[in-house]
């Protein structure tokens, strides 16, 4: 079973912020998480382009607040499940 | 999820204190998912093991003019996983002109070992990216050119780091001879001075697709020109330079034969049936063999671990018409039946190297993950499974990098070969005195030059056994301690009837007052044991004496390693004077005491060269 795209994304965010998985939710963002500053942000959104192999726009990069977002992003640019 | 799963296990090891398992597992991980959420991971582990593991540092500072920051850990964690534990300065965004010219900038006060210079084509010649016709290109070869040479200058004016230099790469506009002028003068610029290397990023480029490189996107936003997924190429491009220049680098390369440098199994598929010939299936493994041939002459040693009749392996090796590979080029073999990590203890006995500086090649998975766990401190090349990436590998990989060859590199194997014969020799005579007698051993004692500083800092960077304080030095060191008033650096070579050994001893010294302190003395194990050490000390401490200095005095300071140099100092009369943690401070009344040169050494002082 391959893990789902909140998984991997949730993952990456843990590696990136340096917190427990566990700790994690949707509304998780810079509010909540010290370590989520600008360039943390940025390696956030690299490392979740080269994680699913896709580029985002300066716009979407823009609505990513939080890891929701992320997450909702992400799910919306890839091919659908199943091919 | 494998990658969750190690992440927990290597979680609980660090918890439960176990910093040898946690290292493995997290040597695996990185093997298996080299991006930067991983980095991220690895690098923090890394760190809270940092205190279990003998990690080498090595300081590194960025001048750049893009955004660098996401690499940082992806180099940091490229680096662990060659034993580097590198501490990172990053230049200002675009200031490195500034950071480079003034000496009181935060670049040099940052104590650099290494600095990396990451200029782009589109800041330094906009005119030729943007391909505008307005501009003559050569006033813009020129006035790069002119940049770099000023740049570099004051470098090497305010810092004796090693430098890397980015080339320019190739502008999407139009191909442009003028870019390759300008690397092309680059290169001559940088081979100029000691320690500037050139890093070819149009190469790097080309290798991972142009068309892919870049994320113009990233650039008119963040000013991050790299698409995501090949910064860790980038990271990879520097460890090239970063692994040798930490002295990292591994001395022997330990290789397979079935399936690595032939096709198939000689033992089922007999001479004619392996695959190994200038066109079809066996293309790949001479190429291979090519990579390893390539190695051999920078003065790599190379040497056979394989499960195998003897006989059929060696019947393969000298009589099959598709060997490039001949077996004067392997200086240990081990063709047997037993545990591939017992071989290598073996060769490391017989070569009279630390198995630390050991790398292992083999295509099979199971051979490389038991070695890993039998010998941690050996570093086992990843091979994937398509024998036609092999040779890429091999070129490719951080620690069988050479940056600087000297001619001693090249004659190394031959030179090991004669020690075989030597050996045997001395099983014939009837006292080491005898022994030593028929060696006709001459040793050349000489200031430090030009031509012998980059083998005299590869010496010290190398030797570990007969070392007596185990300093590590760079070839910029080494020139600016030669300068320095009071000491000196000699360099002493031998060689005996059975040939020349080339470099193989140092000594700096420094004179303060009337005692000269021996800061550093060390021998290439080629030569330890034949009493050339008592010669060079009896020299050292002559000359000593020609300066009017009344005490000689030195420190040894114990390593994991260095117990052959450990009752150095004792045995030829020098008296403790104090100790603490780190080692023993000795000392020689030159009034009193005399150390004589073995009757059967000659000293050949090289006209010219006397001070």
């Not at chain 2, 969750?4 to 290292?23: C, F, M, N, P, Y």
């Not at chain 2, 870049?214 to 008119?220: G, L, S, V």
Request: proline content about 5%; glycine content about 6%.
């Amino acid at each position: 079973m391959t893990a789902t795209v909140t998984q991997r994304v949730m993952s990456v965010a843990s590696d990136i912020f340096g917190i427990p998985p566990s700790t994690l939710s949707a509304e998780s963002g810079p509010e909540n998480i010290q370590s989520w500053d600008s360039t943390q942000h940025l390696s956030f959104i690299l490392a979740l382009e080269e994680a699913f192999e896709l580029q985002f726009s300066p716009e979407e990069t823009e609505t990513i607040k939080t890891v929701g977002d992320a997450i909702k992003l992400v799910e919306g640019k890839l091919p659908p499940a199943g091919g | 999820m494998r990658g969750t799963h190690l992440r927990q296990e290597i979680d609980k090891l660090v918890a439960a204190g176990d910093s040898a398992a946690a290292l493995r597992l997290l040597a695996e991980l990185w093997r298996r998912e080299p991006t930067s959420a991983t980095a991220a991971f690895t690098v923090s582990r890394y760190e809270s093991l940092r205190a279990a593991t003998s990690f080498t540092p090595h300081r590194v500072a960025l001048l750049r003019s893009f955004t660098l920051e996401p690499v940082i850990p992806l180099l940091r964690a490229t680096a662990f996983s060659w034993g580097i534990d590198l501490s990172v300065h990053l230049g200002d965004f675009n200031a490195y002109p500034q950071e480079i010219l003034d000496p009181s900038s935060t670049l040099y006060s940052s104590a650099p070992d290494t600095a990396i210079m990451a200029a782009q084509t589109r800041d330094l010649a906009p005119e030729l990216w943007n391909g505008d016709s307005g501009v003559a290109p050569s006033a813009t070869v020129e006035r790069v050119l002119n940049s770099f040479q000023s740049w570099i200058a004051a470098f090497r004016n305010h810092s004796s780091a090693n430098l890397i230099v980015h080339s320019l790469e190739p502008a999407p506009a139009a191909p442009s001879a003028a870019i390759e002028e300008i690397n092309h003068g680059l290169h001559q610029i940088c081979a100029a001075y000691h320690g500037v290397y050139v890093l070819d990023y149009g190469a790097l480029i080309a290798r991972h697709g142009y068309a892919n490189w870049h994320d113009e996107i990233k650039w008119t936003t963040v000013r991050m020109p790299i698409r995501a997924g090949h910064l860790i190429h980038l990271a990879e491009e520097w460890l090239r330079f970063l692994v040798p220049l930490s002295g990292r680098s591994a001395k022997v390369l330990v290789v397979d034969l079935d399936n690595t440098l032939w096709g198939g199994v000689i033992g089922e598929d007999g001479l004619q049936g392996i695959q190994l010939a200038s066109d079809g299936p066996g293309a790949a493994f001479q190429a291979v063999q090519r990579a390893l041939l390539d190695l051999h002459d920078k003065g790599m040693l190379l040497a056979i671990s394989s499960k195998n009749n003897f006989e059929d392996a060696m019947e393969a090796i000298e009589r099959h018409p598709g060997m490039i590979l001949k077996s004067e080029h392997f200086a240990a073999t081990r063709i047997n039946w037993g545990d591939k990590s017992q071989s290598l203890r073996e060769i490391a006995a017989e070569l009279n190297l630390g198995i630390d500086s050991f790398a292992f090649l083999d295509d099979n998975p199971a051979e490389r993950s038991q070695l890993r766990a039998a010998l941690p401190e050996v570093t086992v090349i990843e091979l994937f499974t398509d024998p036609t990436t092999y040779a890429a590998t091999i070129r490719d990989s951080p620690v069988l990098q050479r940056l600087t060859l000297s001619a001693e590199d090249q004659q190394r194997t031959a030179l090991y070969a004669a020690e075989r014969q030597r050996s045997s020799a001395a099983q014939t005579f009837q006292s080491k005195e005898d022994f030593f007698r028929s060696l006709d051993q001459t040793a050349e004692i000489a200031p430090l030059t030009p031509a012998t500083l980059p083998r005299v800092a590869q010496l010290t960077q190398k030797t570990n056994q007969f070392n007596l304080t185990t300093r590590r030095y760079t070839e910029q060191q080494i020139a600016e301690i030669a300068a320095r008033p009071g000491w000196q650096v000699n360099s002493l070579r031998v060689h005996d009837r059975f040939g020349d050994h080339g470099l193989v001893g140092v000594a700096v010294t420094a004179d303060q007052g009337d005692c000269c302190e021996i800061d550093t003395l060390l021998l290439s194990c080629r030569v330890i044991g034949r009493t050339i050490e008592t010669a060079f000390l009896a020299y050292l401490a002559a000359s000593a004496r020609s300066r009017a200095m009344k005490v000689l005095r030195g420190w040894f300071l114990p390593t994991r390693k260095n117990s052959p140099a450990k009752n150095f100092y004792a045995q030829h009369g020098f008296r403790q004077e104090s100790s603490n943690g780190g080692g023993a401070l000795w000392s020689l009344d030159l009034e009193k005491s005399e150390i004589t040169v073995p009757d059967w050494i000659r000293i050949h002082i090289p006209t010219g060269a006397s001070r």
